[in-house]
């Protein structure tokens, strides 16, 4: 890497002290920075995560995934990123994974690299997924591991103003004619903060769903 292509990787992280250590570590040896969004937490998140010598940015109050990634990009955008990726805190990802997703940015002519999970187990993901892969070619529109070309970001002017679950800018670029690719992706087993309450999660999904319908479809 080199400060050209500057690889800047954005963690929002909400009570995870257990993990965010690790995943930093993980996470630097693939990136020039690490970024996280401690949203509120209530643990030792931060601490943890700036023990591993990651740039901290804190959140007095949980404000969610949206607003965190958007603080990230914010940061990194400051801070000379060519490609900002997102990548969970709770260690469902693996590190070598950012390589692949960079390199293909760096490499390949792709805007945004999305990873692809091979399961999906909500219902409600799977109807997200079955309309973005209809409309855009992305075949998991909710894995929370993407490498964005900044200039992308940049030019949108937004990552997800309609809190969409962070899908909004990938979206949107897809709209816009830039290039997608999806990477087939091994996770390891998580409980994440959106679907640990199955009928919350679903819904969850469900209204970020419409809003994307809405902006695709009827709004144009």
Request: hydrophobic residues 40%; charged residues 25%; aromatic residues 8%.
């Amino acid at each position: 890497m080199t400060s050209s292509n500057k690889i800047i990787v954005i963690i929002p992280a909400f009570n995870e002290a257990k993990t965010i250590g690790t995943v930093v570590s993980g996470a630097k040896m693939y990136a020039d920075e690490v970024i996280v969004v401690d949203d509120g937490s209530a643990d030792n998140t931060g601490i943890k995560a700036r023990g591993a010598v990651a740039m901290v940015i804190s959140h007095d109050v949980n404000k969610g995934y949206e607003t965190s990634i958007e603080d990230g990009f914010k940061e990194g955008v400051k801070r000379g990123a060519s490609i900002l990726v997102t990548f969970d805190a709770d260690g469902q990802h693996r590190p070598e994974d950012i390589k692949r997703l960079t390199d293909l940015v760096l490499n390949e002519g792709v805007d945004v690299a999305v990873g692809q999970r091979l399961l999906i187990g909500h219902f409600a993901e799977k109807m997200f997924a079955w309309y973005t892969n209809l409309k855009f070619g992305i075949k998991d529109p909710l894995c929370g591991l993407k490498a964005y070309k900044c200039s992308v970001y940049e030019n949108i002017g937004h990552f997800d103003t309609l809190k969409s679950i962070g899908t909004q800018l990938m979206i949107e670029a897809g709209q816009k004619g830039y290039k997608i690719k999806t990477v087939p992706i091994e996770i390891n087993p998580r409980q994440s903060r959106f679907y640990t309450n199955i009928v919350k999660g679903n819904y969850k999904i469900f209204k970020a769903m419409l809003k994307i319908l809405w902006k695709t479809t009827i709004k144009r």
